[in-house]
């Protein structure tokens, strides 16, 4: 059983900046796909970004794109999500989840491990 675990998020004024990270517990991420969602107040989840462990290869939703970044640390075996220039639309509870299919996919239904969850909030 795989246990990913978060942490990072926090409240911070717009424009700033936060980094999320995500490890496993007894597990490595090597020829996974790791994503990242979020969830807003009465929203469905959705897509943040995702990395192909193995490739290194990231993609990203329009609404984050040139903002976040995703990079992957093989030696703490971690995941981060780096989130420049907040906005407060970018309030969210944010989720790190896995895909041991490496399907690169940006579905939820794809990814089977998920995290608690790491709330960010981002003040106007």
């Known amino acids: 059983q795989v246990q990913l675990v978060e942490s990072g998020g926090g409240l911070v004024q717009a424009g700033a900046s936060l980094r999320l990270s995500c490890a496993p517990s007894?597990?490595?991420?090597?020829?996974?796909?790791m994503g990242w969602f979020r969830q807003a107040p009465g929203k469905e989840r959705e897509f943040v970004g995702a990395?192909?462990?193995?490739?290194?290869?990231?993609k990203f939703a329009d609404s984050v794109k040139g903002r976040f970044t995703i990079s992957g640390d093989n030696v703490k075996n971690t995941v981060y999500l780096q989130m420049n220039s907040l906005k407060p639309e970018d309030t969210a509870v944010y989720y790190c989840?896995?895909?041991?299919?490496?399907?690169?996919?940006?579905?939820?239904?794809?990814?089977?491990?998920w995290g608690q969850g790491t709330q960010v909030t981002v003040a106007s």
């Open positions: 989840a896995a895909d041991p299919g490496n399907s690169y996919s940006s579905a939820v239904g794809a990814y089977r491990y």
């Open positions: 007894g597990h490595t991420f090597r020829y996974y796909t």
């Open positions: 990395i192909s462990w193995s490739g290194g290869i990231t």
